[in-house]
């Protein structure tokens, strides 16, 4: 998830105070000193990828929540619970099922085949499962095209954010963002990101705590909260909230299947130290995201119930909402925690997205066809500056079409992996041809419905994303040719892949 509201807003209320100036300093500070420790610990392309497979357990659940969430936990989904009320819940419930379907259906399996094949990358398992070296080279240019676009709108937020905090302008509010990034990503890689995760992690736990508590001084209580606006709007509180039941359930099926095929946090799952430990990860990352949800579904709800109120106008955007709150109702220690959080965490998904961008241009498609990089550690450091400085010559184009772009990748990733991986590595009955039909079919779904709608040519039903519909589309071209083909099944299951299938 990233800020796309923002984005079309392409603007932020001035932040440039002391306090929130001098906060955000010093968390760029502590965000450098990590990058330069992980930079000594790393000295070949596994720990580059992923971090030698040496990551704990609380760290992991720690990294792997503040990677789901990112920055539209205190931007975005604050505004959208402003706007639509409880309807805006429905694209993050599905994270608690989509963790725990996650530990079920890949994260034994991807740490297992790490260990035994030495995969490095997603593409990589999707290779090795159906024997497929296309698999895997096709699979990793649907990552590289949807890395590229799902970058560039992070790094347009975060020069938004700079800009408002520093207000250097958006354009160098992009630039300067990016090499602050570079600055520990081509140098630390994923080890630096996941440990950028984990400090901002906690910081964003230990901030929702903190804002939440101020929005019941403020409102009243939930009691209070709920009672001015039922006295205003009863449907803002309804199951639905304004959006009704079809385009939240649709929110509710894209983001909790889709997750399963998001490369950023399911790449984590190679780094684990001890998959012993696995059981415990659900438990953990779902009560951390609870935490951390409070500030997204808190401050919302509260500027809602404070507009309906007659306390505060109406706000000019529902991007607002949080800047607002903050700066108002809260002390300016805590805005200026809250706010570095915001670039904190968008960093962290941006360093996550070049490390798997990074690995499928420097590993993956060489690996297609029948050629390995000599030296994956250098070329990985270049490669990661070449998606960097392409993402940020994109994210200076216009808001719409910036914010188009990470929704386009969004999709690509779940339409174009989730069947291949997440179905795969546990149906025996998946094949080469559907796995690789799925891929496909998902790159061109996507790419088509998307576009299509961005031109405003189609209008899907109320509710219904094109996210969803090439999803939708993958899995029926999945199951449709591994069906048609399935005497080919048993032929492109190695024993090693069994044996970790049934494990």
């Not at 509710?252 to 780094?271: A, D, E, N, R, T």
């Not at 546990?426 to 690789?436: I, M």
Request: net charge positive; with cysteine; proline share 4%.
């Amino acid at each position: 998830m990233t800020l796309f509201p923002l984005l079309e807003a392409s603007a932020l209320p001035p932040l440039t105070q002391p306090v929130i100036v001098g906060v955000a300093l010093v968390y760029f500070a502590i965000v450098a000193a990590i990058g330069v420790w992980a930079t000594r610990r790393t000295k070949n392309a596994s720990d580059f990828f992923v971090a030698g497979e040496g990551i704990g357990l609380w760290t992991l659940a720690i990294a792997s929540m503040a990677s789901t969430i990112s920055g539209f936990a205190f931007i975005g989904g604050p505004g959208l619970v402003y706007s639509i009320g409880i309807g805006a819940l429905f694209l993050v419930l599905p994270a608690a099922i989509t963790n725990t379907m996650g530990c079920w259906v890949l994260a034994k399996r991807l740490r297992l085949l790490g260990e035994i094949r030495g995969l490095i990358t997603i593409p990589d398992a999707i290779g090795v499962r159906y024997r497929s070296r296309f698999g895997q080279g096709i699979s990793a240019v649907s990552i590289v095209v949807a890395t590229i676009g799902y970058t560039a709108t992070n790094v347009l937020a975060l020069g938004l954010v700079i800009t408002a905090v520093f207000g250097v302008g958006r354009v160098p509010g992009i630039w300067i963002g990016s090499a602050i990034i570079l600055s520990y990503s081509a140098s630390g890689g994923i080890l630096a990101g996941v440990y950028t995760d984990l400090f901002e992690g906690a910081v964003k736990a230990v901030a929702s705590v903190l804002v939440f508590a101020y929005v019941l001084m403020v409102g009243g209580g939930m009691g209070g909260i709920s009672q001015s606006i039922m006295a205003v709007d009863p449907s803002y509180l309804g199951p639905w909230g304004k959006i009704g039941p079809m385009a939240a359930l649709s929110f509710f099926f894209v983001f909790g299947i889709g997750s399963l095929g998001q490369p950023h946090v399911v790449h984590k799952f190679y780094m684990l130290r001890d998959p012993r430990r696995l059981k415990w990860l659900p438990l953990i990352v779902s009560c951390s995201l609870i935490v951390s949800l409070l500030l997204y579904f808190g401050v919302g709800i509260a500027m809602r119930a404070l507009v309906a109120g007659g306390r505060i106008p109406a706000l000019a955007s529902p991007d607002d909402a949080t800047p607002t709150f903050l700066l108002h109702f809260t002390p300016i220690a805590l805005a200026a925690l809250v706010f570095s959080g915001v670039a904190a965490a968008i960093m962290s998904t941006v360093n996550s997205f070049l490390s798997i961008g990074a690995a499928a241009l420097t590993h993956d498609i060489p690996v297609a066809f029948g050629r390995r990089v000599k030296d994956e550690l250098l070329v990985g450091r270049l490669t990661t500056v070449v998606i960097a400085v392409l993402a940020a010559l994109v994210a200076q184009g216009s808001g719409a079409l910036v914010a188009f772009l990470g929704i386009f990748g969004w999709g690509l990733f779940a339409s174009t992996l989730v069947p291949s991986l997440a179905i795969g590595l546990n149906w025996k009955g998946a094949t080469r041809a559907g796995a690789v039909g799925s891929i496909v079919t998902g790159l061109v779904c996507t790419l088509l419905f998307e576009t299509l709608a961005y031109m405003k040519a189609y209008k899907l039903p109320a509710g219904v994303t094109a996210s969803g519909l090439s999803l939708v589309m993958s899995f029926l071209v999945f199951f449709a040719l591994s069906w048609l083909t399935r005497a080919t099944a048993e032929s492109t299951l190695d024993p090693d892949i069994r044996a970790v299938m049934e494990a």
